[in-house]
């Protein structure tokens, strides 16, 4: 009776996927691709920006002392995470958005935790956002190439960044509530997209749209 083969597996374990055609001797079996982390990497973005966002606001101030273990382990580790996940997809967008605003909320955590909010006032502290505002304006530019819900997410984080940075450095409570309200509306988006990539692979059909553009 012929010995049985076991069919090789993916990375997580699961039967690999299997060319058709019958492969060579010494033919490397295909692996399943890595899935896509960026639900992933919305999804802790979103819910770290929501929760701070409250307080910014002015609805909930001390949101500013809930959000800090978000800031490290979701929105800042979680967010590396789908970054470095994304190099491996060979996606340079995701990559580069996912670890620098993992990056982001590292080092807000530090700040916050650290006091180093208080001792850079509020001119360092502007500049640090406003900072973040400018490199999220040029990926606002490449997000043109991708959907329509990733360009809202993209846009109204951009003028997020902006209204609480020239808030801080000129210490204007006004702009900073603005820019809580901005961010509210930023985490749905973010929320949604995060939504819709989950939702449309999980059922393997849209149900969601993206509005893709590229």
């Given at each position: ?8 597996t ?37 819910l ?61 955590w ?19 956002l ?8 040029y ?15 993209f ?8 209204a ?11 702009l ?39």
């Open positions: 009776m012929a010995k049985a083969t076991s069919r090789p993916s990375r997580s374990g699961s039967a690999s996927v299997i060319p058709q055609g019958a492969p060579g001797d010494n033919a490397v079996p295909a692996v399943a691709p890595f899935a896509d982390p960026g639900p992933l990497g919305l999804a802790a973005f979103a770290t920006t929501f929760v701070l966002s409250f307080a910014n606001a002015g609805i909930i101030p001390t949101a500013g002392i809930a959000v800090l273990g978000l800031a490290a382990f979701y929105g800042g580790l979680g967010q590396i995470i789908a970054g470095i996940w994304e190099f491996a997809n060979k996606n340079t967008f995701g990559a580069t958005a996912f670890c620098t605003y993992g990056g982001f909320w590292l080092a807000f530090y700040l916050a935790s650290t006091g180093g909010d208080k001792a850079a006032g509020p001119g360092g502290v502007g500049i640090f406003i900072a973040f505002g400018i490199f999220t304006l990926m606002t530019v490449a997000a043109l190439r991708t959907n329509g819900a990733l360009i809202a997410v846009a109204f984080l951009t003028l997020t960044f902006l609480l940075g020239f808030g801080a450095a000129a210490e204007a409570e006004g900073t509530r603005l820019g809580g309200w901005l961010g509210i509306i930023t985490a749905l988006l973010a929320w949604y997209t995060s939504f819709a990539g989950v939702l449309n692979s999980t059922y393997k059909r849209v149900v969601l749209p993206v509005f893709p553009r590229a």
